[in-house]
């Protein structure tokens, strides 16, 4: 088992205001419900999903403004030990709105807005200095205005002089400097595989292979290839297994991912085998999807998934 804390770097989080409305129609005053607030941001959801599975991670985030002070308090209020970085800039807002009559849902996810030099320089002072050593560092999220491409590598390698998994979930130039400099896993979909390994399509059968090349050259460790209502696929260096997804209504896939990777992660940290940190990571993500808005999951959900897995899995995977 792990001894050191699981810590996650949100460097460009959202304060996520959600709202149902019964049809969206143009140019018309649209009445929605009451709206909720969540602290949103990759690393913030990965942080409360362990935290929720009875974990005790530690999530580092910027604030700005009254939007990054909303944001902080919600995370501590579910129980989440926090590190933050004020910035001049506020934080961000995001919106979802769900068309009741549809189910159709709509994510309005507004652009970062600008770090500072010396707020970057800050952000990587904070890593250098964490006390006790991580075993776990999980940066999650794109990069805001400011900040150069190659951070996620900086964060590598930081994690690497404290003997800490680096795990980036990321995509584009902030992820391909992360593998550059070297992640012990990767979580990427099927078209952030295609890009990485440079070509412009991958099919389904080519999968693996296109991890494994990643993990030959020295890129990662692991590849767990999320594959939404298909489930997962695992590659190691000798190991290759489909996991699926079980079948459910889903509501909405916002957190969905960060809460695969916080099961994947924190499954992991108990010691368990890679297979075991799947199907774990597979079911939280379902579960994810069980709950409108950009609520995580409930973890009746998770335990009722993984009895489905451990009894049928098997009958759907492929290895």
């Keep these: ?26 140019d018309n005053k ?34 700005g ?7 902080h308090k919600l ?7 926090t590190m933050v970085i004020e910035t001049k800039q506020w934080t961000r807002e995001n919106f979802h709105v769900l068309e009741t009559s549809t189910g159709f849902q709509y994510r309005f996810g507004m652009p970062g807005t600008e770090m500072m030099p010396t707020e970057v320089r800050s952000i990587l002072e904070t890593m250098e200095e964490l006390d006790p050593k991580p075993s776990y560092i999980i940066a999650s999220g794109s990069l805001p205005p400011g900040v150069p491409d190659d951070f996620y590598g900086q964060i590598a390698r930081i994690a690497h002089k404290q003997g800490a998994k680096f795990i980036a979930d990321t995509s584009g130039d902030a992820l391909r400097h992360a593998t550059e400099a070297g992640v012990y896993l990767l979580k990427p979909n099927i078209t952030e595989l295609s890009e990485l ?15 494994r090349a990643l993990i030959i050259r020295g890129q990662c460790e692991i590849v767990i290839v999320s594959m ?6 695992l590659v190691t260096e000798d190991q290759v297994e489909h996991i699926p997804a079980p079948p459910v209504q889903p509501k909405s896939t916002v957190g969905a991912g960060d809460s695969m990777l916080a099961g994947i992660i924190w499954t992991l940290s108990q010691g368990k085998s890679y297979r075991e940190a799947v199907r774990m990571g597979v079911a939280c993500g379902t579960a994810a999807t069980m709950n ?10 998770v335990n009722r998934l993984m009895d489905w897995l451990n009894r049928y899995g098997k009958r759907y995977s492929a290895s």
């Excluded at 403004?65 to 944001?71: E, H, N, V």
């Design 228 to 233: 939404g209502a298909m489930g997962a696929m």
């Design 197 to 211: 390994v440079g070509v412009d399509k991958l099919e389904l059968d080519e999968v693996d292979d296109a991890a």
């Design 65 to 71: 403004g009254p939007t990054g002070q909303r944001l």
């Design 1 to 26: 088992m792990a001894t050191g804390p699981i810590v996650t770097l949100t460097i460009n989080p959202a304060l996520d205001k959600s709202s149902n409305v019964s049809r969206i129609v143009p």
């Design 75 to 81: 995370v501590k209020s579910e129980g989440v030990e």
């Design 292 to 301: 409108a808005g950009s609520e995580l999951f409930k973890m009746q959900d």
């Design 30 to 63: 649209l009445r929605c419900d009451t709206p909720n607030f969540e602290a949103g941001g990759g690393g913030i959801n990965v942080a409360k999903a362990v935290h929720r599975l009875g974990g005790n991670p530690i999530a580092i985030f910027t604030i």
